[in-house]
């Protein structure tokens, strides 16, 4: 059990460290409409984590992953090793490009030099301030589906979850922790603009800053932790 507890940290932090997500919450509570467009953004996020999560733990519930003989350990750590290898390479694009981005920023000498070296926003993410409450919910759903690294790490819990092999009602209460840890982070910010709003701006945009320098290096160990726990894993199987 203390194992399994382990092994999902890493992965936890792999879906709330998104620098993506982390911006576009960033960018719909510092809109127009902060408070109803960041409750609805939350409410998405909440939403694609339970829905993720509680599918993929259905899913292998009912196909029996854990019985070797409909589905053979080998077939799940083939799995294992395709993640594994999948996030290892994108732990390597998301440093290099990080520290691309830093190394242009730290060789600027202009506030034009600056601008260009600055990593881009995608162009929908530009457009959040005129988001209504519909699209935001919208972006909180699709922020965290559509992101094969949060899908992955919702896969990663489920699977460790059902190959524990824990009696009832443990495995139900480690999905719950899993979930409510992907998406309290998220929630706390909310909270505080809801309640503090005045308050709230300079720390958001401490916060939208701090990303830009750190968080495309933190995503990239997460990211790397995973991938090396899904990969030995795989090889102790295969081997």
Known sequence: MINLAWDLVPVA???????????ALVAVLLSRHARVNGVLFLLGWALAVIVAVVGFALLLAAVQVQDAQRTP???????????????????VWTYRRSRAALVKM???????????AAPQLPG????????????SLALGLGIFLLNPVNVSC??????????????????????????????VPMAIPVVILVIQREKAAPAL????????????????IFLAVIAFMQIQKALVVLS
């Open 205 to 220: 945009e401490a916060l939208r800053a701090w990303i830009v320098k750190n968080n495309g290096v933190m995503s990239a």
């Open 154 to 183: 919702a896969f990663i819990a489920a699977l460790d979850v059902r190959l524990a092999e824990l009696d009832a009602p443990v495995p139900t209460i480690f999905l719950t922790v899993f979930i409510l840890v992907s998406i």
């Open 73 to 91: 350990p080998a077939g799940v750590a083939v799995i294992r090793l395709l993640i594994g290898i999948a996030l290892a390479g994108f732990a």
């Open 124 to 135: 929908w993410m530009r457009s959040i301030d005129t988001f209504s409450p519909q699209r």
């Open 13 to 23: 932090f792999g879906v709330i460290a998104s620098p993506l997500a982390i911006m």
């Open 106 to 116: 730290a060789a600027a000498r202009t506030p034009d030099d600056v601008a260009a």
